[in-house]
């Protein structure tokens, strides 16, 4: 069974930082794109950024300059490095892969998901 499992979430305020971790089980994701989004109460999935195996990366226009993607495939995880929060950051982190080796920005086209961890930045 596939499992994504995303840490590293909680309260931080404005100007903070905090890193994300989404792990990896059942399979490897050997040539597979990373990915991660959020939601924010009231609002629908938003991109974040993505990572492809060979470590390309795609930015969502509002985290560009302040996220960094990236993955250790040898772990089989993927991390969401994020500073100079802000309170609009605030919403549930989700983690994603998809089934191939493609830059995807939109939600649908990720064919595995986690469960989403809270990240809440306060003013």
């Known amino acids: 069974q596939v499992q994504l499992v995303e840490s590293g979430g909680g309260l931080v305020q404005a100007g903070g930082s905090l890193r994300l971790s989404c792990a990896a089980s059942g399979r490897t994701f050997t040539g597979n794109t990373m990915g991660w989004f959020r939601q924010a109460q009231g609002k629908e999935r938003e991109f974040v950024a993505t990572?492809?195996?060979?470590?390309?990366?795609l930015y969502g226009d509002s985290v560009e300059g302040r996220f960094t993607i990236s993955r250790d495939n040898a772990k089989n995880t993927m991390y969401l490095q994020m500073n100079s929060l802000k309170p609009e950051d605030t919403a549930v982190y989700y983690c994603a892969a998809a089934k191939d080796n493609s830059l995807y920005t939109r939600a649908p086209l990720y064919s595995y998901w986690g469960q989403g961890t809270q990240v809440t930045v306060s003013s």
């Open positions: 990572i492809n195996w060979n470590g390309i990366t």
